[in-house]
């Protein structure tokens, strides 16, 4: 791995681990990109918590850092954005809710 290369990466860890909401940002992100290439590459609707599994998996494995949601694991019907923890309140996770 080229330094500069590195040099990124472990900013993005640091960036990552001071700031959980930048984290969570970029956990939303790579949760719908894999339902949306699940959904496609299967035809078959994938669920959130499939979803939030591998975004966590991924931001542990390449940054180090832990992006589970409180709620992660529950059925995703009882998350409602009224149900949303004082962690997530005025975030945006996009309007499919995938980080819900």
Sequence with gaps: MS??????????????AEDPGYAWGWHCNIAMACMDSM????????SHKT????????MSNCFGVI????????????????ERSEYEEGEDCGASGACL
Excluded: V
Aim: hydrophobic share 25%.
């Design 51 to 58: 979803g939030n599994e591998a975004a966590s998996r991924f």
């Design 3 to 16: 330094q500069k290369i590195k040099e990124a990466m472990d900013t993005l860890r640091e960036a990552m």
């Design 67 to 82: 992006t589970e949601h409180p709620n992660y694991g529950q059925d995703e019907t009882s998350n409602s954005n009224a």
């Design 39 to 46: 959904d496609s590459a299967t035809g078959i609707k994938s």
